[in-house]
């Protein structure tokens, strides 16, 4: 490697369409943190704005869907190798996703469905879920569902997790890695989570030691980590590796910013290997 390519490295750009997390325990500033410890540049189009802390959302104002498609218009002349999809609040922002993921063919999506806030608030419909599997699955390469979001978008008809993974598929998802931190399976040993990957001719499972605490942001760092593994070309088995080692990382370095240390979700350093400034406070 040259000099100057040391020096100006080629970035693979992923293109995100996610919420704004004031807190940036989540949205477009994980996602941006997230991808560029991947080794790829975030180019990052807001589809919601919000109000929150690290407990809960107060409020949600999706973006304009004309905004989101001029937004992501803009940057056509940047080589896109990756999207990822976060937050969609409202059925003119989703649109507006589809529209622009149409028009990028052959580029891996993969779609983090951001259905309720880790404080309770909900932040879609049933109406704008139905949409969300008739529009949107149908372009997913990859999904990255918890169990409960899973069986929000499978429906009641499903008798397990893998029959809930096959009916999204069969909408058109080609595959869907579905993670247990929030809801683990009885089966699953006391200390330790499994994440299993679905993909047509069979799954893949991890297990991982559970950290202590409640988190706030791990889905959007590891679908983020994740399309920035698919954008360097990686395989999906790998990338979904790499991303869960990656995000578990991240966890294990997370902190708090709030002073409600009782309610407070843990938020997670996507970039603890960077200098801790040092400072002591005045007596």
Aim: charged share 20%; hydrophobic share 40%; aromatic share 4%.
């Amino acid at each position: 490697m040259t000099g100057d390519a040391q020096t100006h490295p080629h970035l693979p750009a992923v293109l995100v369409l996610a919420g704004h997390d004031p807190t940036g325990g989540a949205g477009l500033v994980a996602d941006s943190e997230a991808v560029a410890a991947c080794g790829g540049w975030a180019l990052t189009v807001p589809t919601a704005l919000t109000v929150q802390n690290c407990r809960d959302v107060g409020a949600v104002q999706p973006v304009d869907g004309v905004l989101i498609r001029d937004a992501a218009a803009a940057l056509e002349d940047i080589e896109i190798a990756a999207i990822k999809v976060g937050l969609l609040a409202s059925e003119a922002a989703l649109d507006a996703v589809v529209e622009i993921i149409q028009r990028r063919p052959g580029v891996p999506v993969v779609v983090d469905p951001v259905l309720r806030a880790g404080g309770g608030h909900e932040l879609s419909t049933p109406t704008l879920i139905e949409t969300f599997r008739r529009r949107l699955l149908p372009l997913v390469d990859i999904l990255t569902p918890n169990r409960r979001e899973l069986g929000r978008l499978a429906g009641g008809a499903c008798a397990d997790d893998t029959e809930r993974a096959v009916e999204l598929m069969h909408l058109g998802c080609q595959a869907v890695l579905v993670t247990g931190t929030d809801d683990p399976e009885e089966r699953v040993p006391a200390g330790r989570v499994r994440h299993t990957l679905h993909v047509p001719d069979g799954d893949r499972q991890w297990t991982w030691t559970r950290l202590p605490g409640v988190f706030h942001g791990s889905g959007c760092t590891l679908a983020s980590s994740l399309a920035a593994r698919l954008a360097q070309g990686e395989s999906l088995v790998a990338a979904c590796e790499q991303a869960q080692a990656y995000t578990w990382q991240t966890l294990s370095h997370g902190w708090r910013p709030g002073h409600d240390d009782g309610d407070d979700q843990w938020l997670p350093r996507r970039l603890w290997r960077l200098p801790v400034a040092r400072f002591e406070q005045d007596a």
